[in-house]
């Protein structure tokens, strides 16, 4: 029997086809607004997460998010060294600065002042120069992205920025050194690397300038006591990356109404998908609704109707399924190319298939329940 | 010519007995009590026609017989047993084995081969697949349509699809047929050849067939006319078959 239910279901071609961009419709909307809410979060991390192998964030405890840089004291890094169980501490810088290219243009950037004798927290993938040439006056390196976009000279025929060229940081002369492979982040303005004595030197004249202290820890067993040990006997509050990115993402989520406005688009995309997925199945089980009735007219089981309209609606969903999901991935393979945000999740993915099928098994066996309660006005329908 | 009903059924053993079957839908004010008691029998190897106006109990009753529907009062008993008195799966694979339905819209599912429509009542009956098909393809060519086995059900006419739904109702040689309207979506020609393809197998295997019509031009195929009225069975009339004069030994097995 559920050679025939197949049958049944593939037999007219164009309604199976149907079936498919459908179901396939629905994954793709549905795994596409999720993706594209999770790439969102995601990036929102982004500068936390690249400046890598750090055990513990110190920080102001009056910090909401990364971008959210509270001076400390100059003195924070030392303290912060003197708590048992550091291996290493270092400062960073991070601000927002006012700067204009060499051809005049003006534009903002994200400065981040990097511990002048370890480097420690600077880029990971070098594609032009390394990492050392930061040791040379007025030396700054850019994300390479940046070069014919952020960094572009606008007034020099769009002409991409390069190494080498010179540029004015809150008046102050700065050299490209070297390019960076960044990533995208939430926080759009382009992030410049230099050393953390430079970046006071660029920065306006405040008194505390060291924004984040980065600490190691001797070994990673250590981290909740020294975290515990160094928010107790400083003012100071220490956040692994995972848990300052998880602020940070709250924070934005929250404050910029993302998480309403986008949410919203994401709920509807997914309701929209479930209804579409919700309305193919429930036709097309309504449909053949004569012919279920005749079946159990016939003699078929009530438990084998239910499991022919399970195949039927199993054998569409998942390559409808996979369709949709293949257009969502190449969509986002286009998507990423751009600095647009888009994560396909396995959660994103998992959750879709299962919404689907749950869905879609429902509504094809709220429209067989006439059957299985089996009215001999169905049956002997004229 | 005429016979009296009793001639008829005269030493036939009873398939179906009713006695003050009652039916009513719905309760309260919009209820419609569509049987109002009910008693009737059908006999094996026989052709029962059912007739009256429209809305007066047909298709209902042929449910109850044929085990679709629950009746609320009487008794009724179909090849011995009680419907009422059987669980819901127990009551489908009766159905299955026991019971073959012939619809007024045919009811072909129209992605399948004939052939394939055909071998349901086989599958359900757990048969192996090819086997199924094989024996539904050799019940095809007893009704004529041996070459169209292949075919899809809309490459046929309205006559071709009733005989292809007669044969799917046969294919696992039930004792009880039930048929509601067979010809009343076919032309006059088409309706006389399947009620000849009817007549044959009922008088050929041991067949209780209930047909139920509007369409006087095929009451000489029955064997004995009911006309029912409002939930009622009017009155009993012996038809115009002549099956029972052509088998005279079996009247004389009693
Ligand atoms: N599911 C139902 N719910 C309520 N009333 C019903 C239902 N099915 C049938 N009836 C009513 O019961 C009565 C008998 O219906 P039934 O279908 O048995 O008549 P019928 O003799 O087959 O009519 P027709 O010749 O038009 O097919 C009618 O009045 C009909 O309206
Ligand atoms: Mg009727």
Not at chain 1, 2 to 27: E, I, N, P, Q, S
Not at chain 1, 276 to 290: A, K, Y
Not at chain 1, 339 to 368: H, K, N, P, Q, Y
Request: aromatic fraction near 6%; charged fraction near 20%.
């Amino acid at each position: 029997m559920m050679r025939l239910a197949v049958k049944m279901l593939m037999g007219d071609r164009l309604k199976y086809l149907g079936l498919l961009l459908g179901t396939a419709f629905a994954a793709m909307m549905i795994a596409q607004q999720g993706s594209i809410f999770a790439g969102l979060s995601a990036q929102t991390g982004t500068f936390i997460r690249e400046i890598g192998d750090v055990d513990l964030w110190v920080m102001d405890p009056q910090v909401r998010f990364s971008e959210d840089a509270i001076a400390l004291p100059e003195t924070a890094a030392q303290r912060i060294r003197g708590v048992e169980g550091v291996e290493w501490a270092a400062p960073l810088y991070k601000g927002f600065l006012r700067c204009q290219l060499p051809d005049g243009t003006r534009t903002s950037l994200i400065l981040v002042g990097l511990d002048d004798s370890t480097l420690v927290g600077g880029p990971t993938v070098m594609t032009n120069g390394t990492l050392l040439d930061l040791r040379r006056d007025p030396g700054i390196l850019i994300d390479e992205r940046d070069t014919n976009s952020k960094l572009a000279l606008k007034h020099a025929g769009n002409r991409p920025i390069q190494v080498g060229d010179r540029l004015s940081i809150h008046d102050n002369d700065a050299q490209i050194v070297g390019t960076y492979r960044g990533s995208p982040s939430f926080f759009w303005d382009p992030v410049v690397y230099t050393t953390y004595s430079r970046a006071l030197r660029f920065a306006p004249k405040d008194r505390n300038l060291m924004s984040f202290v980065l600490v190691k820890c001797k070994s990673p067993a250590d981290i909740p006591a020294v975290k515990h040990r160094i928010e107790s006997s400083t003012p100071y509050i220490a956040r692994t990356g995972p848990e300052f990115e998880a602020v940070t993402r709250e924070y934005i989520l929250k404050s910029t109404g993302i998480l309403i406005n986008f949410g919203l688009a994401v709920g509807l995309g997914f309701i929209i998908g479930l209804i579409v997925t919700g309305q193919t199945f429930f036709n097309f089980t309504l449909d053949n609704l004569r012919y279920f009735a005749a079946l159990k007219a016939m003699g078929v089981s009530a438990a084998t109707l239910v499991r022919m309209v399970l195949v039927q609606v199993l054998s569409v969903t998942w390559i409808g399924f996979g369709l949709g999901m293949g257009v969502a991935a190449l969509m986002g393979i286009y998507i990423t190319r751009t600095d647009l945000a888009f994560l396909m999740r396995w959660e994103v993915v998992a959750f879709t298939g299962i919404a689907m099928l749950v869905v879609g098994v429902t509504a094809a066996l709220v429209s067989l329940t006439k059957v299985l309660r089996l009215e001999p006005g169905i049956v002997f329908k004229g | 010519m005429t016979r009296s009903a009793a001639d008829v059924t005269r030493g036939r053993p009873v398939a179906v007995r009713c006695r003050s079957v009652t039916k009513t839908y719905g309760s309260g004010q919009s209820a419609v009590r569509a049987l109002r008691g009910i008693d009737i029998d059908v006999h094996t190897g026989e052709l029962l026609m059912l007739v009256g106006p429209s809305g007066c109990g047909k298709t209902t009753l042929i449910s109850v017989i044929a085990g679709v529907l629950d009746r609320d009062g009487g008794e009724c008993t179909v090849l011995g047993e009680d419907f009422n008195k059987m669980r819901s799966d127990a009551k489908t694979a009766f159905r299955g084995r026991n019971v073959g339905f012939v619809f007024q819209a045919f009811n072909l599912i129209p992605t399948l081969t004939i052939a394939e429509n055909v071998s349901v009542p086989l599958l359900i009956n757990g048969h192996k697949r090819n086997a199924a098909v094989e024996q539904a393809k050799s019940m095809l060519s007893q009704v004529g349509l041996g070459t169209r086995v292949n075919d899809y059900p809309n490459r046929l006419s309205g006559g071709q699809q009733q005989r292809v739904a007669i044969a799917r109702a046969l294919v696992h040689k039930p004792k009880l047929l039930v048929c509601d309207e067979p010809t009343s979506a076919l032309d006059h020609v088409t309706g006389q050849k399947v009620m000849e393809l009817l007549r044959d197998v009922a008088s050929s295997n041991d067949l209780s067939l209930v047909v139920v019509t509007h369409d006087q031009r095929i009451f000489e195929f029955a064997d004995r006319i009911a006309e029912m009225d409002d939930g009622h069975i009017e009155q009993i009339s012996g038809g115009l078959g002549h099956k029972v004069a052509e088998h005279p030994s079996e009247s004389a097995l009693t």
